[in-house]
């Protein structure tokens, strides 16, 4: 299956707004981008046909691959001033790099790039900065089982808030961290049919307008996930991440198992 990466936001809470900054996306954990996290991810599962969906920053991402370095995260020889790599990363990889718009909502980006999924009936998405460990299969399987026009994965909300029951007399009659409350948020992961485009107007975005119109007709599915699964919105989730991976923790890199 195809997958769409949305790639071309501003990601302004990730930024210092210095003019030129790389794209959330290619915020470093570990060696390697964000973006190549989330794309190891679906290579593993053997989904290798990448269409990045470009906006701000593209000329880093178009960098990043034009220039790749496999021996970055490959073991190789050396040989007489020849290098030859033990495996590679990318070289089975397809990706199509599409300028978006600078300026264009998730939905209208998906819209752009319609014309690449070549009328698959069904394609997987994701906003190429969060990672997991999630069964990509069972998620997929799922879905294909069913008659839903997109499918979204769940996660409970991982903010560190604490939510105030309060009583009369504005006395507190209880105090529940808001990740032990029965809210699910979106995980950012998705498998999608084409019915989701009937369903995005011109500019529109993907969850306010496609997800919900589709929840609307009972024809949204959810993919409820407590597992391993960190968004990287902040400077701070960022670091947290990139600190893990140097401790070798590192649960959403199943291909090092495989």
């Not at 790099?97 to 997987?124: C, K, N």
Request: aromatic share 12%; net charge negative.
């Amino acid at each position: 299956m195809k997958v769409v990466l949305f790639c071309g936001g501003y990601g302004t809470r990730m930024r210092n707004g210095t003019p030129g900054e790389a794209p959330k996306p290619m915020q470093l954990v570990g060696p390697r981008p964000l973006i190549w996290h989330v794309m190891r991810y679906y290579a593993h599962f053997g989904h290798k046909e990448f269409i990045l969906c470009l906006g701000y920053g593209a000329n880093h991402i178009k960098d990043f691959f034009l220039h790749y370095q496999e021996t970055t995260s490959n073991d190789f020889v050396l040989r007489e001033g020849k290098v030859e790599l033990l495996s590679t990363d990318i070289s089975d990889w397809s990706i199509s790099f599409v300028q978006t718009g600078i300026e264009s909502p998730i939905g209208e980006r998906l819209r752009r790039v319609r014309d690449r999924l070549d009328g698959d009936e069904m394609f997987l998405a994701n906003y190429a900065d969060v990672l997991t460990d999630a069964p990509l299969p069972e998620i997929v399987d799922r879905f294909a089982r069913s008659d839903a026009g997109a499918s979204m994965m769940v996660v409970p909300p991982s903010d560190t808030f604490h939510c105030i029951e309060l009583g009369e007399s504005g006395m507190v009659d209880g105090i529940t961290p808001v990740s032990q409350m029965p809210l699910w948020v979106n995980g950012g992961y998705f498998v999608l049919r084409q019915e989701v485009f009937d369903h995005i107007p011109e500019n529109g975005d993907l969850v306010a307008d496609g997800c919900a119109e589709l929840a609307k007709r009972g024809r949204m599915l959810a993919y409820p996930y407590r597992g391993f699964w960190r968004p990287t919105d902040t400077v701070k989730e960022r670091f947290a991440l990139n600190e893990q991976y140097a401790r070798g923790m590192h649960p959403w890199a199943l291909w090092e198992n495989a």
